[in-house]
């Protein structure tokens, strides 16, 4: 049920774009992106709620289809900031309840470098 | 606004010993999480809670219990530390769930030896 990530890492110099894919093998009515600095805790950064939904956080994008049940980051003109591992996650039904929990990938690791 | 706070931020214990984590929001969040994060896992639910009095069970609560007698605080108790139980535990936070963004406190890396 955990949402599938690609790629598991990337490198990059500062300037170049990145793309950052999320699969789901579950229907999908939302997608979570978060992203972790080393050492530090995870920060939110967008939700995208509806299929076809794109939205952007600095130059940072993201959209969602739904019916390919998946989501991708877009990072443009990366900064050395950007650097961290990026989590998308999924909410998913809890068993015999009503209830939903956040379900997260294994991260995508981005080294931005000078 | 503190945010979600955590205490401690790092703690060495032995094996068959207990401890507490602590965890609080002032933001007056309903939905409270305990997290469990291993290098290159990703994170795992522990436990979860919906509000004051109420909670259950995530992915991996084996070996965990908690409690939320407040809206403000959702403790994590570990019950005789085996070494499995060594990672970086996070504390989250959010207004509702599911489709609301989650708060994470600064996280308390605990190791058992």
């Known amino acids: 049920q955990q949402p599938v990530q690609s790629p598991q890492a990337v490198i990059l110099r500062e300037g170049e774009d990145a793309v950052i894919n999320c699969s789901s093998s579950k229907a999908l009515y939302s997608v979570h992106w978060y992203r972790q600095k080393h050492g530090e805790a995870p920060v939110f950064l967008m939700i995208?709620?509806?299929?076809?939904e794109q939205k952007g956080h600095e130059k940072i994008s993201a959209s969602f289809n739904e019916k390919k049940q998946q989501s991708s980051l877009y990072l443009t003109a990366s900064q050395l900031s950007y650097s961290g591992t990026y989590f998308c996650g999924t909410p998913i039904k809890v068993e015999g309840g009503s209830n939903y929990k956040l379900t997260f990938g294994k991260g995508t690791l981005l080294t931005v470098n000078p | 606004n503190a945010g979600v706070t955590q205490t401690p931020k790092f703690r060495i214990l032995k094996i068959g010993q207990s401890m507490t984590l602590q965890c609080a929001q002032d933001m007056n969040h309903n939905y409270m999480y305990w997290y469990r994060q291993d290098p290159g896992m990703g994170l795992k639910l522990i436990y979860y809670?919906?509000?004051?009095?109420?909670?259950d069970k995530g992915e991996v609560p084996n070996g965990y219990n908690v409690s939320r007698s407040t809206t403000e605080d959702f403790p994590l108790r570990l019950e005789l530390a085996a070494p499995s139980q060594t990672s970086v535990y996070f504390c989250?936070?959010?207004?509702?769930?599911?489709?609301?963004?989650?708060?994470f406190g600064p996280g308390t890396r605990l190791t058992v030896t």
């Open positions: 809670s919906v509000g004051a009095g109420i909670t």
């Open positions: 989250a936070s959010s207004l509702r769930e599911g489709t609301y963004e989650q708060y």
């Open positions: 995208l709620l509806k299929g076809g």
